[in-house]
């Protein structure tokens, strides 16, 4: 299934001019249980005319409206009859075209807000009317469009919002998709089911429904070949497979060894013989291949790429074993296409790897993508819809090169087994405060430090080990989770006494920017 396998329901598109919540407006309209897709500004006004959308939504963007060569669109759009709100930089793209004017403003707003509505807006039915909203501009509406009438508005700004009720026409000069905007979703909500007239119809069970319908037509009795790497996304995708085409599918997991504790057993017992569903299973340890690879490597890109082309050359191997194949699975989702530049307009972030190029070192005849079009939390509801354990479904995200990258420096079986043991230690106690499903993001990672510590009235010269807890709506920032004390005490108390080979514990409170999230 591709992006073009015509979900047979209703639609709102996202027109992205650059900002940086573009898939978080797509996310929320989705909360909305209505189809949502992004597509670029550029994107020709006749195929948004051929989707034949309920709504559309424009993005914000880091420009200014009236600078030459600055983001832009046909005026078109806002005479097809279809609704449209305007966000942020696309509020006020809106008003330039239409004839009002945009300015800069001598007084930058940036940050929570209050806002003042008017609530007889069919946008702002059931909001406060006075509510917090999230403003980050430099440019204000100075002058509003024929039609138009001001319906919210801040100690500093006029136009936080205006409407054309005759045409459909919104603008909203903050950003109702961020959780920092109070009722941001219920205005959303206002817009794509009360203006759009959207009826709500998607759902993740008649997603999966669906999606075992068209895997069945397009693969009829072809042989798919799937790497499974144990993650929420191959672990999904192999689930709705196996649903639709059964014994057709044959899943590889290639163990590299850098997986956490237990995870590979944990990944053959859902997935392999004695497992629920119904595939062919093949399990590669190939823990000591890679070790070898690696041995004296440091520098971690380098790593990065031993990893991913020893895993390609793995899954060669066993795929010849197979045979020639009719399609070749990936656990491709949204955001990866998004931020692969083959969505939205926002700046291409990272090359992923299961977007922008096949292989060629798998005979097969075509690719098939099944979850291509959900994000993240969307797999995770359909994998549980699926009957995939909720251990599985809601593990924490974990790098493609897994270990390696939270390894600073050489990796080793036994640097592999300190890091293995002490995550497992740290994710427990994070599980047994509660903290699991409310920390974005939390693992150990072994520094490259070694310090002298004393422990049974003797002298040690041991590793330390840093946690790491970050708390993200889009993974483009984070900010350092706020782990209780008493919780960090009682993780450093047990890795020390637990953990051979570790005499000391960090915690992380590094930002992204200017940190990373991950190590390496």
């Known amino acids: 299934m591709d992006k073009k396998s015509g979900l047979s329901m209703e639609k709102v598109i996202v027109i992205d001019f650059g900002g940086q919540y573009n898939q978080l407006v797509a996310r929320r309209v989705r909360e909305c249980n209505v189809y949502c897709e992004i597509y670029s500004y550029k994107t020709d006004i006749d195929q948004i005319k051929a989707m034949n959308p309920k709504g559309i939504i424009l993005t914000g963007g880091p420009n200014s409206c009236y ?5 832009s669109y046909s005026r078109e759009l ?4 279809i609704p449209v709100l305007g966000l942020c930089y696309g509020a006020q793209l809106m008003m330039l075209l239409l004839g009002g004017k945009v300015e800069k403003a001598s007084l930058r707003e940036y940050g929570k807000t209050e806002v003042h509505v008017d609530r007889t807006s069919p946008l702002f039915s059931n909001v406060e009317e006075t509510t917090v909203c999230w403003m980050s501009h430099n440019d204000y509406i100075s002058r509003l469009a024929q039609g138009f009438s001001v319906i919210a508005h801040t100690a500093d700004c006029p136009v ?3 409407q054309c009720l005759e045409q459909d026409l919104y603008a909203i000069q903050f950003h109702p998709e961020v959780l920092h905007t109070v009722e941001g979703t219920k205005m959303l909500y206002n817009f794509v089911r009360g203006v759009c007239g959207c009826a709500g119809t998607w759902r993740i069970d008649s997603f999966v429904e669906e999606s075992v319908r068209q895997i ?3 693969v009829g009795d072809g042989k798919v070949l799937l790497a499974l790497s144990g993650g929420v996304d191959s672990s999904v995708a192999a689930g709705l497979l196996s649903r639709a085409i059964g014994r057709q599918l044959t899943c590889v997991f290639v163990d590299h060894g850098l997986l956490r504790k237990n995870e590979g057993d944990e990944v053959e017992t859902v997935f392999g ?16 291949r890679y070790y070898s690879k690696l041995a004296g490597v440091t520098e971690p890109e380098k790593k990065r790429k031993i990893i991913g082309e020893e895993f390609i050359r793995v899954f060669e191997e066993e795929a010849k074993k197979i045979g020639a194949v009719d399609f070749l699975a990936q656990g491709t989702i949204y955001p990866d296409v998004v931020e692969s530049g083959l969505g939205g307009e926002s700046a291409v972030i990272k090359s992923h790897h299961n977007v922008g190029g096949l292989p060629d070192y798998v005979d097969f005849k075509e690719i098939i993508e099944p979850l291509r079009d959900l994000f993240k939390d969307e797999v995770r509801k359909a994998g549980l819809e699926l009957g995939i354990p909720e251990k599985l479904v809601y593990r924490q995200p974990f790098p493609g090169p897994g270990l390696g990258i939270r390894i600073i420096g050489e990796v080793t079986a036994e640097k592999v087994r300190i890091v293995q043991d002490a995550d497992a230690i740290y994710r427990e106690e994070i599980a047994k405060a509660g903290l699991d499903r409310s920390t974005g993001q939390y693992f150990a990672a072994l520094t490259n430090m070694r310090s002298v510590g004393v422990m049974g009235d003797e002298r040690t010269y041991d590793y330390a080990i840093a946690l790491r807890a970050v708390n993200t709506v889009d993974f483009m920032t984070a900010e350092c989770a706020e782990i209780p004390f008493a919780v960090l005490q009682t993780v450093m108390s ?9 005499n000391r514990v960090l915690y992380d409170l590094t930002s992204k920017p200017p940190g990373t999230i991950e190590f390496e």
């Open 67 to 71: 600078e030459e060569n600055s983001p």
């Open 78 to 81: 806002f005479e097809l009859g």
């Open 160 to 162: 936080a919002a205006a």
């Open 216 to 218: 069945r037509e397009k």
């Open 273 to 288: 013989p004695d497992g629920d569903f119904d595939l062919n299973f093949i399990r590669v340890n190939a823990q000591e």
């Open 494 to 502: 047990r890795i020390i006494n637990e953990v051979r080979g570790v």
